[in-house]
């Protein structure tokens, strides 16, 4: 069983940053492409950024591209999430996810992704 457990999370002032960590368990994160999605209150889920296995290929919202990196360490089975000049509309509650497929780049469906984590709380205040 592949377990996600995600850290990292906590208050942060606008314009800020934090680095968001998932751990991967039960099985070699270079099985799986990672991603991060988050949701905030009242909303739905929402794509923030993957990577394939090898890290080779990358994708990102919109909303983030610009601000955030994801990048990810096979040897310590672990995927992270750089979030730079975070604003109010960043607050969510962050999820790692995994999934045995490919990927090339662009956003991602919550519905293809296997595995999930219990998510992190991001709030950007002043």
């Known amino acids: 069983q592949v377990q996600l457990v995600e850290s990292g999370g906590g208050l942060v002032q606008p314009g800020g940053s934090l680095r968001l960590s998932c751990s991967v368990s039960?099985?070699?994160?270079?099985?799986?492409?990672m991603a991060w999605f988050r949701q905030a209150p009242g909303k739905e889920r929402e794509f923030v950024a993957a990577?394939?296995?090898?890290?080779?290929?990358?994708g990102y919202a919109h909303s983030v591209e610009d601000r955030f990196s994801i990048s990810r360490d096979n040897a310590q089975n672990t995927a992270y999430l750089q979030m730079n000049n975070l604003n109010l509309e960043d607050t969510a509650t962050y999820y790692c996810?995994?999934?045995?497929?490919?990927?090339?780049?662009?956003?991602?469906?919550?519905?293809?992704?296997?595995?999930w984590g219990k998510g992190t709380q991001v709030t950007v205040s002043s």
């Open positions: 990577i394939n296995r090898l890290g080779g290929h990358r």
């Open positions: 996810a995994a999934a045995s497929t490919s990927y090339t780049g662009g956003t991602l469906n919550s519905r293809a992704m296997e595995y």
């Open positions: 039960g099985r070699a994160a270079r099985a799986y492409v």
